[in-house]
C-alpha cells in the first residue's frame, strides 16, 4: 500500500526527467542535422575580434600563484561554515561555540603551517636580498646609514 502511494507522488518528477531528456535529445539531433558542417583552414583557429593570431594563448604561470589560488579557495570554502556558524550562533549555544573555537584552531594552526613550510613566500626575501647586496659591495649596514645621515645633513 505504501509503495503505490510514493509512486503516484513521484510521478510529475518522472514525467518531467523524460520531457527534459526527450528536449535535450530532440535539441541536439536537430542541430547535428541542421548545422553547417565545413572544414578550411581557419575553422580551429582561435578568432579575437578579428585581431590576428601573434602567438600561442597558453603560456606558463609560476606554480606560486597556483598554490595561491589553492589556499584563496580553501580559505574562501571555510568562511561559508564561519558564516553559518555565525548565524546560527544563539541557537548552537556552548556546544557549538567549543566546535567553531576548535575548528577555527585549525584553520589558524594550518595558516602557520603553511607559512612555515614556505607556501605563503612569494618573490625574493627583502633580507635575503640585502644581505648578497652586502656581500657583493663587502660593506657594513651601519657604515652607508651613517654615511647616508651625513649626506643629508651636509645638504
Do not use: C, Q
Not at 505504501?2 to 526527450?22: D, I, N, Q, R
Not at 574562501?76 to 557549538?96: P, S, T
Request: proline share 3%; hydrophobic share 50%; charged share 20%.
Amino acid at each position: 500500500m505504501h509503495e503505490t502511494e510514493s509512486l503516484s507522488t513521484l510521478w510529475p518528477l518522472l514525467v518531467y526527467a523524460g520531457g527534459v531528456v526527450l528536449l535535450v535529445t530532440i535539441m541536439l539531433t536537430a542541430s547535428y542535422f541542421l548545422g553547417e558542417r565545413h572544414k578550411e583552414t581557419v575553422t580551429d583557429r582561435p578568432y579575437e575580434s578579428g585581431i590576428k593570431v601573434t602567438g600561442d594563448a597558453r603560456f606558463k604561470f609560476p606554480v606560486h600563484f597556483y598554490i595561491l589560488a589553492m589556499l584563496f579557495v580553501i580559505f574562501d570554502l571555510e568562511v561559508i561554515f564561519v558564516v553559518a556558524w555565525a548565524i546560527h550562533a544563539k541557537a548552537l549555544g556552548w556546544a557549538g561555540y567549543i566546535a567553531i573555537s576548535i575548528f577555527i584552531g585549525l584553520l589558524v594552526a594550518v595558516l602557520i603551517y603553511e607559512w612555515r613550510m614556505g607556501a605563503l613566500d612569494f618573490g625574493p626575501s627583502g633580507s635575503k636580498i640585502l644581505k648578497s647586496y652586502h656581500e657583493k659591495y663587502r660593506s657594513n649596514p651601519d657604515d652607508i646609514l651613517k654615511a647616508n645621515i651625513e649626506k643629508l645633513k651636509s645638504e
